[in-house]
C-alpha cells in the first residue's frame, strides 16, 4: 500500500537563493534568523525561553539542510548526529516567491512568469478595476485601497466598515487583491459573491489571488480574523502532481488551504482547521483512514501568516516548537512503506524589515520507515518533490524535475 503526505511548514525558509538580490532580499534565512534571536535570549517571554527546541525536525535533518543551504548553523542547537530521513534543499526557479507558485513548483509546475502586483502607493488598485468592482458587486464603494497588513487595517478601518457597508480592499507585495469583511454586518456569503466578482477582473492583471479575509468582533480591541478566509486561485498552468494522481484513480485530501491554491484541481476531499495545531490533528485523522494511492497534502498556515508577516520571532518560535513536539504521532501512524515530506512553499524572516515573503532555499526533508538517510543536496527546483512522489506512486511522470531514489 502507497501512502504519502506532504507538511507544508508555510514560508520556513533555510537561507536566501543565489538570486535573492533581485528581490531585496540579500541576508534573509528565516530559520536561521529565529534560531539566533532564540539563543541570545531575545524570543523569552513566560511560556518558552532558550534555545529553540525542535529536536524531532533534527533528527530528520533540518538543521543539516540548513547549514548545506545557509553555510552556517543554527545557533544554539547540537546538531543531530542520528539523522533518519532523505534531507537536503531546494532551490525555487518560479520567477516570484508567492504561495501559488511556489506549492505548484512542489507539485512539478514551475511557474516561468512574474505575476501581475499593485504600485507601491494611494490608491493603488486602477481607478477602472474598483470602478467596474464597485458597480458589478453593487457596492456602496470601497475602503483602503493600499498596502497594508491584514490585521493592521482591519483595526483602523473596521468600524468604518460596519458603519459603511463598504469592503475593506487592500494588498501587499505578492500578487493578491484582498478584501476584508464583517462576517455578522457584512456577511460571508455576501463576502464570498463579491470575491469571486473581483477575481473575474483582476484576471486581466495577471493578479494570482483574490483572497477573502472575514473577521468579527465590535470594536478596535476585539477585531479578529476568522477561519473562514477563502483564497480564488488561477488554476495550475499545466497538470501537477495532483492531477496525475486522481487521474490514475487516486485520492488527493486537502488540509487547509491546498484546494485553494490549486484552484480545486486535482482534490478529491477537502478538509478545514483553525490554525496551526487543528489543522495537525484534521492531517492526523485523515492520514490514520488513508486508503492505497492516497496522497494528504497539508499547509501550516500560521508560520507564514501569524508570524512571519507579522514579524513575531516569539510567536514564531513557539509554532515551531509546538510542530516539532506533534511529530511522533504522525511517525507512530506511519506503515512500512509510506512517505512523508516536510518542505515549505518560500521564506518570511520575521527579523527582516518589512512585511513581505523572503526569497530563500526551503528544506526538503523525506522520511518513512522504508526511507533510508541520505544527503540530498542542493535540488534545482522544488519540482524533485513533486516527480518524487509521482515515481513512487508509479503515475505517469511530471514534466518537470527529477525524482529521488529513496530506498
Not at 257 to 286: H, P, Q, Y
Not at 361 to 368: C, D, N
Request: proline share 5%.
Amino acid at each position: 500500500m502507497k501512502r504519502a503526505i506532504i507538511l507544508v511548514m508555510d514560508s520556513l525558509g533555510i537561507g536566501v537563493s543565489a538570486d535573492a538580490h533581485l528581490y531585496g532580499d540579500e541576508g534573509a534565512n528565516t530559520l536561521g534568523s529565529i534560531a539566533t534571536r532564540c539563543a541570545a535570549g531575545l524570543a523569552d517571554d513566560k511560556e518558552r525561553q532558550g534555545p529553540l527546541r525542535i529536536p524531532n525536525l533534527m533528527r530528520l535533518g533540518l538543521g543539516a539542510a540548513q547549514m548545506a543551504s545557509s553555510g552556517t548553523p543554527l545557533k544554539g542547537i547540537t546538531e543531530c548526529t542520528d539523522i533518519k530521513a532523505s534531507y537536503g534543499f531546494a532551490i525555487e526557479q518560479s520567477k516570484d516567491k508567492d504561495t501559488p507558485s511556489g506549492h505548484w513548483e512542489m507539485a512539478g509546475v514551475p511557474v516561468p512568469f512574474k505575476w501581475g502586483t499593485f504600485p507601491q502607493k494611494e490608491p493603488c488598485f486602477p481607478d477602472e478595476l474598483i470602478s467596474q468592482f464597485i458597480k458589478k458587486a453593487d457596492l456602496p464603494g470601497i475602503l483602503g485601497n493600499c498596502h497594508a497588513s491584514g490585521t493592521e487595517i482591519i483595526k483602523h478601518l473596521g468600524q468604518e466598515h460596519i458603519r459603511t457597508g463598504k469592503p475593506i480592499c487592500y494588498t501587499s507585495a505578492d500578487s493578491v487583491f484582498q478584501i476584508a469583511a464583517h462576517e455578522q454586518y457584512f456577511g460571508l456569503d455576501r463576502l464570498l459573491e463579491i470575491s469571486v466578482i473581483a477575481k473575474d477582473l483582476v484576471d486581466d492583471l495577471n493578479i494570482a489571488r483574490v483572497i477573502a479575509r472575514p473577521f468579527i468582533g465590535d470594536d478596535t480591541e476585539t477585531f479578529q480574523r476568522t477561519a473562514n478566509r477563502k483564497d480564488l486561485t488561477t488554476p495550475p498552468i499545466d497538470d501537477t502532481l495532483l492531477d496525475v494522481l486522481t487521474r490514475a484513480g487516486g485520492e488527493v485530501i486537502s488540509v487547509g488551504k491546498i484546494s485553494d491554491i490549486f484552484a480545486g484541481r486535482g482534490i478529491t476531499k477537502c478538509v478545514k482547521g483553525k490554525n496551526n495545531m487543528a489543522l495537525f490533528d484534521a492531517m492526523l485523522t485523515e492520514f490514520k483512514s488513508a486508503q492505497d494511492n492516497t496522497l494528504v497534502f497539508v499547509n501550516f498556515v500560521d508560520f507564514d501568516s501569524h508570524f512571519g508577516h507579522r514579524r513575531d520571532v516569539v510567536g514564531y518560535a513557539k509554532a515551531l516548537e509546538a510542530f516539532d513536539a506533534r511529530l511522533p504521532e504522525l511517525e507512530a501512524l506511519m506503515q512500512v512503506s509510506d512517505v512523508a515530506l516536510i518542505t515549505a512553499d518560500h521564506g518570511c524572516d520575521p527579523t527582516f524589515p518589512g512585511s513581505d515573503h523572503t526569497r530563500e532555499h526551503v528544506p526538503m526533508l523525506f522520511f518513512g520507515p522504508g526511507v533510508k538517510t541520505q544527503n540530498l543536496g542542493a535540488r534545482g527546483s522544488f519540482a524533485d518533490m513533486g516527480q518524487t512522489l509521482a515515481s513512487y506512486f508509479g503515475t505517469e511522470p511530471l514534466a518537470h524535475g527529477l525524482s529521488i531514489k529513496l530506498n
